[in-house]
């Protein structure tokens, strides 16, 4: 599980290597550090478990978001199933043979869904889309590179966008398409954009 003790690692640790926690901090809280710092997580009352104290119970649902956006950003990681997730170093620790209950799971995930950074993708709720900018975020990210790069009144496609050479160098470089639509969608909401159909499928008019 991801709640260790100073100089402790977990299943986590050769993949969130950019954060670490303050030896001052509160249990929970997240800072991101320099990339070389392991993990280090202090223990909450009962690891793995959400606290019925609501105080407590609201640090840790904060540390579990903060490392899971991390986690899912780290290795560009847009959706997966609430199985896949729960079988992930993020859930579940093989060496200390540690899993977090599917019920707290579904707690961590829903209030993913709250602050707006992830979406189900069915009724059942058994997979989803984990967006560790929320749409508006990257619409915005978008907007500022087509400004910056003189590209109002410009037309593209989604594949030209999101792996074209010209935004190489740009966060949402590779960015899988449902985030991207989403992305434009709320851009198109502020009248900044346009998703149109065109002879090679789906793109999108900047203003």
Known sequence: ????????????HHHLQSLTLSPKCAPGQVLPLAPSRPLILRP???????????????????A???LVLSFCRLHKQSSMTVMEAQESPLF??????RKLPMES???VLEELRKKGNLEWLDKNKSSFL???RRP???????????????????????????NGEDTEDEEFHGLDEATLLRALQALQQEHKAEIITI???RGVKFF
């Open 199 to 201: 002879s090679d499928g």
């Open 44 to 62: 909450f009352p009962s690891p793995g478990r959400l606290q019925p104290n609501v105080d407590t119970r609201q640090k840790q649902l904060a």
């Open 105 to 107: 799971i579904q707690i």
């Open 136 to 162: 508006e975020e990257w619409g915005k990210l978008i907007y500022q590179w087509v400004s910056r790069s003189g590209q109002n009144n410009s037309v593209f496609t989604l594949y030209e966008l999101t």
């Open 92 to 97: 579940n620790n093989v060496k200390l043979q």
């Open 64 to 66: 579990w978001c903060s």
């Open 1 to 12: 599980m991801l709640h260790l003790g100073r100089g402790e690692t977990g299943p986590a």
């Open 130 to 132: 984990i967006m560790w």
